[in-house]
């Protein structure tokens, strides 16, 4: 389950379907993990842009990983403008017992923000101003350079 | 030779078609755009939406390459 | 937040509840851990006492420990029966960043399953059952032994 | 001297009202109890809501002892 909504997500819709998907499926134990923006640094809200093909690959990729630890993993994500306090990201991991999830949902989120094709822009002034500080190289950068 | 080049993100510039034969090359010809040079060293590259990192691999007729800048998702 | 609800939890109301108001904290990372009563061994459900003094207790520790992170946490948890497939458990961590959120979610539902004062029975042909095999023994049992 | 004795989940027994000085008479006189004895091996004790963990911890009248077995919750 991989969702990507224009603008800020529906926290408590994607919830309610995916908690009544997990808990039929059998499984004991489900964690999502809910992303929202916040107010710092004077900014309006932040923005995103993502690229698809990759994001769908490496996704899958979790998925096949998580199924061989009896666990599934979902994951929502906005594109574009996020205002402040509303959420851009949801990941969640459902396992019949607990101890599965709580360790893939850290790893999980952890490798979310070092290897999603994501690319993050504060909103400030009206203008979409690419969140460079806050940006990680991905693995194998520099190639051309 | 043609492969098409892709700019994600915040590298904020169109496709471009260009005759190279290699990533060596496509390094050389991309290096002259000053404004391109410092994404050059922090992006990594996927050809055809595989993730590449050595810079020995080989291009061919409609290879599709894409730069991705730095991350950062959530 | 430590709610007690009689039979099972109304999972998406209650993460409703909690994601506005986190939200409005100004919190960047919320984590709910959801408890669902999986169907195996043949039981019906399960059934739940609790001691509501200590649980309290236990509870508030946790919140001051998480304040001295600038996070904070929540707890729901069912009193008697809940059938196959309901919930009995949730468990959130709000913080400013990721990093405390995941860390502290995992402490606090093993510290939860180490030291709450809650048993467990299950539900067979109508009968309780304490679920002995799957309880555990709280610091300093046997002072009386 | 009274302290009351509670005990919870499980252990399915009614409170009771008692005349004993020490954690360690309550012990000798809840053992006569056959059906407690497993009970008084892995179960944790609190005083007035307070867990205690030495056996010299001192009763005092209207005192609260509770006796709480193995948990499981969520």
Sequence with gaps: ?145 | MVVTVEFLGPIGKEPIELEVRSLEELSSFLAQDAALQPWLKNSAVAVNDEMITDRAHPLKSGDRVTLLPPVCGG
């Excluded at chain 1, 998907?21 to 842009?49: K, M």
């Excluded at chain 1, 899958?60 to 929502?76: F, P, T």
């Design chain 1, 1 to 145: 389950m991989l969702e990507i909504y224009d603008g800020p997500l529906e926290v408590p819709r994607i919830l309610e379907r995916w908690y009544g998907v997990q808990r039929r499926r059998n499984f004991g134990a489900f964690i999502p993990f809910v992303g929202t923006v916040r107010d710092e640094g004077g900014i309006e809200g932040l923005s995103f842009d993502l690229y698809r093909p990759l994001l769908e690959r490496w996704f899958n990729h979790w998925q096949e990983q998580a199924a061989k630890r009896g666990a599934e993993v979902a994951m929502a994500h906005s594109c574009g403008d996020v205002p402040l306090f509303e959420s851009s990201y949801i990941a969640a991991v459902s396992s019949p017992k607990r101890r599965v999830a709580l360790e893939l949902i850290d790893r999980f989120v952890e490798d979310f923000k070092a290897n999603a094709p994501i690319w993050k822009y504060d909103l400030r002034g009206g203008e979409r101003i690419y969140a460079a500080d806050r940006s990680q190289p991905l693995c194998g950068s520099g190639l051309l350079g």
